[in-house]
T-cell receptor, first 109, second 114 residues
Framework: GQNIDQPTEMTATEGAIVQINCTYQ??????LFWYQQHAGEAPTFLSY??LDGLEEKGRFSSFLSRSKGYSYLLLKELQMKDSASYLC??????????WGAGTKLIIKP | NAGVTQTPKFQVLKTGQSMTLQCAQD?????MSWYRQDPGMGLRLIHY???????DQGEVPNGYNVSRSTTEDFPLRLLSAAPSQTSVYFC?????????????FGAGSRLTVL
């Protein structure tokens, strides 16, 4: 079966750095997405990786290793507004998205 | 640009009632989809459409119907509501499904079935 694993919850301190891991086992691979979802709101797109390596976008970076079925989202200089759930999703061989359950990130002052 | 508009935002139904969740997008996206989101689980695909007149089932289609008569609209119908359908529903669209096409989500519809 297809599976996406990410930690359920993480806690970090304002101003610090946090890494959210995602491992996947899917039927084929056509890209990996990270979305941010604030409580009670819709998911919004953060990043997309299809080749191995690091994609940097401001305070957020996303890394992919296809051979290991592994990705991480790195958030730097954490702000209180970064408190949200972070969803990892993989496009399979049919171009359908398989979603992880999400990681709830709690930022403490 | 309104993006993806979903209505209603909240709805309470009794078991056995039917209702339609509306979804409209103004981005000329070919691909539209409905997801449900439950605590502790990833988003699960209910139905999707790759263009007007074309619909297909996702992972959890039972108890739901869809139609796509226009590019803009993709309503989701609950035929006979059950408590197991209590969930938050999201409509999402993208230009197409391949590659880096990013889903744009509606604000969500919170449904409670008593």
């Amino acid at each position: 079966g297809q599976n996406i694993d990410q930690p359920t919850e993480m806690t970090a301190t304002e101003g610090a750095i946090v890494q959210i891991n995602c491992t996947y086992q899917t039927s084929g691979f056509n890209g990996l997405f990270w979305y941010q979802q604030h409580a009670g709101e819709a998911p919004t797109f953060l990043s997309y990786n299809v080749l191995d390596g690091l994609e940097e976008k401001g305070r957020f970076s996303s890394f992919l290793s296809r051979s290991k079925g592994y990705s991480y989202l790195l958030l730097k200089e954490l702000q209180m507004k970064d408190s949200a759930s972070y969803l990892c999703a993989v496009k399979d061989s049919n171009y359908q998205l398989i979603w992880g359950a999400g990681t709830k990130l709690i930022i403490k002052p | 640009n309104a993006g993806v508009t979903q209505t209603p935002k909240f709805q309470v139904l009794k078991t056995g009632q039917s209702m339609t969740l509306q979804c409209a997008q103004d981005m000329n996206h070919e691909y539209m989809s409905w997801y449900r989101q439950d605590p502790g689980m990833g988003l699960r695909l209910i139905h999707y459409s790759v263009g007007a007149g074309i619909t297909d089932q996702g992972e959890v289609p039972n108890g739901y119907n869809v139609s796509r008569s226009t590019t803009e609209d993709f309503p989701l119908r609950l035929l006979s509501a059950a408590p197991s359908q209590t969930s938050v529903y999201f409509c999402a669209s993208s230009y197409e499904t391949s590659g880096a096409n990013v889903l744009t989500f509606g604000a969500g519809s919170r449904l409670t079935v008593l």
